[in-house]
């Protein structure tokens, strides 16, 4: 490696290979060539993608990762020694639990990003939303994967810099000019982790009584054994989890996020980039993302007879729903590529 090159150690506490990892793995071919990366991590499929991105991967070893407990002392000394050998001065931490290390870093002198991915109200009102409040605080900046994230840690973080980057596609899809076939039945695909948070029981609650329609759930997590009881009696496919999806979406009709909560959501953006048609509950990072409704049809979130009621609509109007499908793709092809991200995080990581 070249030794002039910013050294960079990246860190994820995630045992599971979703959106905050994904996110990683492109951060890594993003940087690639522009700085010397090293990683601490939780996850084999992110070890094992970080690699392959020519990342210097300190994977913890499977007995450290079955508790907090474990987990964290060993990714704190495997970050320690990966800052001594290597000489590291700039740590990135990958999330909110991640941020409990801000302020150990700052004593050790070291420039410290915080990257937040979701929203504050996922956190409980109690220890863990002013844990991370606290810890935050000590990061030298905080990048938000949108505006809507950043307008929720204005009012606690004062004197903290804070940086809009949001997340990416990294290569234009070959969905332009393509019109997918009409289907028997009307496919819709969920794609995302299956905990209580994403709505999924809306989406199936939806499916009650919807005739001609089948639905794909892409994903896995410990909310898959009640959703697979919940979806008795519906036409649905549970598929686990996919290294990479992109089949899935080109073999859908709608896709579908009736997340409660979301700081700007990867999949959407997947979906949308395909030219797929979406509808998604009215959050606002879905709003913020498909500026305003423009690239995604908006149901009212929680309000499983709304989404029914939407996904009918849709299903019944396939032009305006390829329109809605061409509107997303060029939303994503103008603000959300590669080449509109790089700069941010050169600027972020202060890379020559």
């Not at 994403?198 to 919807?210: H, I, Q």
Request: aromatic share 8%; proline share 5%.
């Amino acid at each position: 490696m070249n030794n002039d090159k910013t050294k960079l150690l990246l860190v994820s506490l995630g045992r599971i290979y979703g959106g905050a990892e994904i996110h990683y793995t492109r951060l890594a071919r993003l940087l690639e060539g522009e700085a010397e990366l090293a990683a601490v991590v939780c996850s084999p499929v992110l070890a094992r993608m970080l690699r392959g991105a020519e990342v210097s991967v300190y994977e913890v070893p499977q007995w450290a990762r079955k508790s907090a407990l474990l987990r964290l002392p060993a990714v704190w000394l495997l970050m320690l020694w990966c800052m001594a050998t290597r000489r590291i001065r700039r740590v990135h931490l990958n999330g909110q639990a991640e941020a409990i290390f801000a302020l150990p870093l700052r004593l050790l002198l070291q420039r410290v990003i915080v990257t937040r991915h979701s929203a504050l109200t996922l956190e409980p009102s109690g220890v863990k939303r002013r844990l991370y409040r606290f810890n935050a605080r000590f990061a030298t900046e905080i990048v938000c994967v949108s505006s809507y994230l950043a307008q929720q840690h204005r009012p606690f973080l004062r004197r903290t810099r804070l940086a809009v980057v949001p997340n990416w596609i990294p290569a234009k899809r070959a969905a332009e000019g393509r019109r997918r076939e009409d289907r028997a039945p009307y496919r819709l695909i969920f794609v995302g982790r299956l905990v209580p948070e994403k709505g999924l029981a809306d989406l199936l609650a939806a499916m009650d009584g919807l005739e001609g329609v089948e639905l794909w759930v892409v994903g896995d997590g410990p909310f898959r054994d009640e959703a697979e009881q919940l979806a008795a009696g519906t036409k649905t496919t549970f598929w686990g989890f996919q290294d990479d999806p992109e089949q899935f979406y080109q073999q859908a009709n709608l896709f579908i996020s009736p997340s409660h909560s979301d700081g700007f959501s990867l999949v959407l953006m997947e979906a949308m980039s395909h030219g797929l048609p979406a509808l998604v509950s009215d959050l606002p990072a879905h709003r913020e993302l498909s500026n305003d409704g423009a690239g995604a049809m908006l149901f009212r979130c929680g309000n499983a007879l709304d989404l029914r009621s939407k996904i009918q609509y849709l299903r019944d109007n396939p032009q305006e729903a390829e329109s809605l499908g061409r509107a997303a793709m060029q939303i994503v092809d103008e603000h959300f590529t590669a080449e509109r991200v790089a700069p941010l995080y050169r600027a972020v990581f202060q890379l020559p």
